[in-house]
T-cell receptor, first 114, second 109 residues
Framework: KAGVTQTPRYLIKTRGQQVTLSCSPI?????VSWYQQTPGQGLQFLFE???????NKGNFPGRFSGRQFSNSRSEMNVSTLELGDSALYLC?????????????FGQGTRLTVV | GQSLEQPSEVTAVEGAIVQINCTYQ??????LSWYQQHDGGAPTFLSY????GLEETGRFSSFLSRSDSYGYLLLQELQMKDSASYFC??????????FGAGTRLFVKA
């Protein structure tokens, strides 16, 4: 079966712009989580969605937002981009998002803010 | 706060055994997972421990001690392809997963 698909793979944006990233989970998976990965910082949790509802949110400013559609596809948006937002953004899907459920990651979107 | 500590780098020789440690401090703990990530690749799930003890999956084993807030990943019969970053992650209540900063494993011939 198809894995988690993230688009676009690479993106270059200018400070102050906004960006939307997309994540299509594995078919049948209803939980989608988003992470920001920067060198030396590991994966920082952004938010988790299940059945179109945000169930938890990490410690990121309000410029970071997301949503999930009825087909479980998810988008995250970053407004007023800053240089520090340059990172690899990963999404992960699972059946339920429960703690004992294996999460499957996409290849990520590499965002560069100039 | 919630944090996980793991070594930044480990180097080992092909065929050897290596242990990657992880200590955690979280409010609410429901288990420890391990993920592997090759350069340019996506993290992939390796193991999950909810209870104390050792879980074995082929060449990889993972251990958890809840009383010590400590776990480790053990890789046996190291191969060059095991060179990657390894992340421990804790699962808290509320469908939130916290990852460590990762341990870069270098396997030498």
């Amino acid at each position: 079966k198809a894995g988690v698909t993230q688009t676009p793979r690479y993106l270059i944006k200018t400070r102050g712009q906004q960006v939307t990233l997309s994540c299509s989970p594995i078919s049948g998976h209803r939980s989608v989580s988003w992470y920001q990965q920067t060198p030396g910082q590991g994966l920082q949790f952004l938010f988790e969605y299940f059945s179109e509802t945000q169930r938890n949110k990490g410690n990121f400013p309000g410029r970071f937002s997301g949503r999930q559609f009825s087909n479980s596809r998810s988008e995250m948006n970053v407004s007023t981009l800053e240089l520090g937002d340059s990172a690899l953004y990963l999404c992960a899907s699972s059946f339920t998002g429960s703690r004992n459920t294996e999460a499957f990651f996409g290849q990520g979107t590499r965002l560069t803010v100039v | 706060g919630q944090s996980l500590e793991q070594p930044s780098e480990v180097t080992a020789v092909e065929g050897a055994i290596v242990q990657i440690n992880c200590t955690y401090q979280t409010s609410g703990f429901y288990g420890l997972s391990w993920y592997q990530q090759h350069d340019g690749g996506a993290p992939t799930f390796l193991s999950y421990n909810a209870l104390d003890g050792l879980e074995e999956t082929g060449r990889f084993s993972s251990f958890l001690s809840r009383s010590d807030s400590y776990g480790y990943l053990l890789l046996q019969e190291l191969q060059m392809k095991d060179s990657a970053s390894y992340f421990c992650a804790t699962h808290t209540g509320g469908f939130k997963t916290i990852f460590g900063a990762g341990t870069r494993l270098f396997v030498k011939a």
